[in-house]
């Protein structure tokens, strides 16, 4: 068989309509699939409730996790990639079932030599000994979708070949039409409001699925991804080695790493677990709000620990691209919801795609503010993204929320991060590192966008929020690495533009407040700021006013307009 060719009828893309005209004509395969399914999940059901009846459930939760692992594994890729989701909720899932559902990252049965051999020949029509000096006679790991081996290329680079698993394109065909079917049957009685369809998420599912199988696809996110963290000491991505590869074979940088969960290593080896979660989501938050490109997959399989202390990301096959808006909504989104501002909160879930623009959110925003502040609680460590989903699904089903099918991959990006966090700290609470992230994100933004978005969080009914600004300056500045004189100097160019007019306004009502100014000083910044602008005499103005002034006073300005008002 020619491996490294497509079968008849597949494709390299998911398309549904085809997968479903496909298997309409073979009912016999999808009824004989079904049977396997609900016969292997309908054992391990009843060996659960026999476990219960004969008062042997504790006895039997090792044998019991094992058995779920070797179920997953018999039912292949589609349902592997579920249960390494699960293997990342150390809060969803109990130990026993986790420390197997953990082996479903790189410990699955490899499939024989002799075939990979075969795929990476007739992919890249050259002899593997043409092609590599040196190659391992047999996979040093074994993923859902492909297997790797430890190579060395003539040139001298120490390489990992990924081959991909034989005829894989019908097993997930297959697999996501019987999904697709049981989302469509099942659907209209699930307690769910997704606003749509929920063969919607399917899709989106299949879609990023197949792109995945895709490693040309694959090669071209690695170097994408590299391209943004370039420079980035703390991120490691591998170098990908084109010559050698193709939609079947890919040839990249051998990394030498520690996986993240096995917490014994990353300690004989002196790295620091925390600093690692802080690398890991502060990486995660600058793909979702900075790059807009992410990474929907980052289960402990797909990152390791350097030995230097860096963050390497192995695995670029499940990726997504945002939009400039939704960044910026997301961004905005995050710190209204830490300031409590749910009618701000509502707005930007219109923006955001989880309420049509003709809804009346007037009676969303007291619900908002009941569900999703018993979540928050009385303290910002207190959020978990976890409780938060939880929370907001009740109120998805009462309102007329939707659930995008985009936002379906970022809250498993989201919450796998949070599991993964949770796995190396169990007291981790992301909002303490994203929450710093954000507010510098808004604070230092140079796009006229993020200005936008920073205004609206900062001004609410056509008041100034000086609490606000306080507060995220000192909660960005929690972060050792923030500097607030860039933050200043931005501050001062958008306060001395003509989009800064309506700020320029609110602060001099705020400095007359406390009587901060004289009459005399009032009446000639008034006429700069009711004039053309000339940087210049506002520069010269400020200076003039504060040059007595320490740095620590300015600073400490802000709190003062707001104990004023």
């Known amino acids: 068989m020619n491996y490294s060719q497509l079968e008849p009828g597949q494709s390299l893309r998911y398309d549904a309509e085809a997968i479903a005209s496909y298997y309409r004509f073979r009912p016999w395969q999808v009824i004989w699939r079904a049977i396997a399914v609900v016969w292997l999940f309908g054992n391990f059901a009843l060996h659960l409730y026999w476990d219960k009846i004969t008062n042997r459930e504790l006895i039997n939760q090792p044998k019991r996790a094992r058995e779920i692992r070797k179920i997953i594994t018999t039912l292949g890729p589609a349902y592997i990639k579920v249960g390494q989701a699960l293997s990342t909720r150390p809060d969803l899932i109990r130990k026993d079932f986790l420390d197997e559902l953990t082996k479903l990252q790189d410990q699955l049965p490899p499939f024989p ?41 003539h040139s001298g680079e120490t390489v990992a070949v990924k081959v991909q698993r034989p005829n894989l394109r019908p097993q997930l065909s297959l697999d996501l039409y019987l ?12 307690p769910l409001n997704l606003g749509h369809d929920l063969s919607l998420i399917v899709d989106e599912f299949g879609l990023k ?17 590299a391209a943004n963290f370039a420079g980035d000491p703390e991120v490691k991505v591998p170098v990908i080695y ?17 996986k993240l969960t096995d917490l014994e290593k990353l300690e004989a080896a002196g790295l620091d677990a925390d600093n690692l979660v802080r690398i890991g989501v502060t990486a995660g938050l600058r793909q979702l709000l900075e790059y807009g490109f992410f990474h929907a997959d980052p289960h402990p399989g797909n990152l390791f620990a350097t030995l230097d202390g860096r963050m390497a990301y192995i695995d670029f096959g499940m990726m997504d ?45 007291p619900a908002l503010e009941t569900v999703l502040g018993n979540a928050i609680g009385e303290s910002v460590g207190n959020f978990n993204f976890k409780t938060i989903t939880d929370e907001f699904s009740a109120l998805m089903y009462d309102y007329p929320f939707r659930l995008p099918a985009k936002f379906a991959l970022i809250i498993r990006s989201l919450v796998t991060q949070e599991g993964l966090a949770l796995s190396l700290n169990p007291d981790f609470r992301i909002v303490e590192v994203s929450y710093p992230y954000v507010s510098q994100r808004l604070l230092t933004g140079e796009s006229p966008q993020l200005r936008r978005r920073l205004l609206d969080v900062l001004i609410k009914d056509g008041k100034f929020q000086w609490e606000r600004l306080e507060n995220m300056i000192e909660i960005a500045s929690s972060d050792d690495s923030f500097d607030i004189l860039p933050t200043a100097r931005l501050g001062l160019q958008y306060l001395l533009s003509e989009e800064g007019r309506y700020l320029r306004q609110q602060l001099l009502i705020a400095l007359t407040e406390g009587d901060r100014l004289h009459t005399d000083e009032v009446q000639r910044l008034w006429s700069l700021i009711q004039d053309d602008i000339k940087p210049q005499k506002i520069l010269d103005f400020a200076f003039n006013t504060f040059r007595q002034i320490s740095a620590e006073s300015v600073a400490a300005l802000i709190p003062s307009a707001t104990a004023s008002r």
């Open 321 to 365: 691209q945002l939009s400039e808006s939704m960044k910026e909504t997301i961004a905005s989104a995050v710190v209204q919801l830490i300031n409590r501002d749910y009618e701000g909160l509502a707005r930007d879930f219109v923006n955001l795609g989880f309420l049509t623009p003709d809804t009346d959110i007037r009676p969303i925003i």
């Open 209 to 225: 699925l197949f792109e995945e199988i895709d490693y040309l696809n694959e090669a071209h996110n690695a170097e994408q991804f």
């Open 242 to 258: 084109h010559q050698y590869c193709n939609n079947f074979v890919l040839t990249l940088e051998w990394i030498d790493g520690i």
């Open 179 to 190: 999904m697709r079917l049981l989302a469509g049957w099942l659907g209209p009685w699930l």
């Open 113 to 153: 030599n002799q075939i990979a051999f075969d795929i990476i020949e007739l992919s890249l029509q050259r002899s593997i000994a043409e092609v590599y000096r040196e190659f391992s006679a047999d996979p040093v790991a074994a993923a859902s979708l492909g297997q790797v081996y430890q190579a060395v290329l």
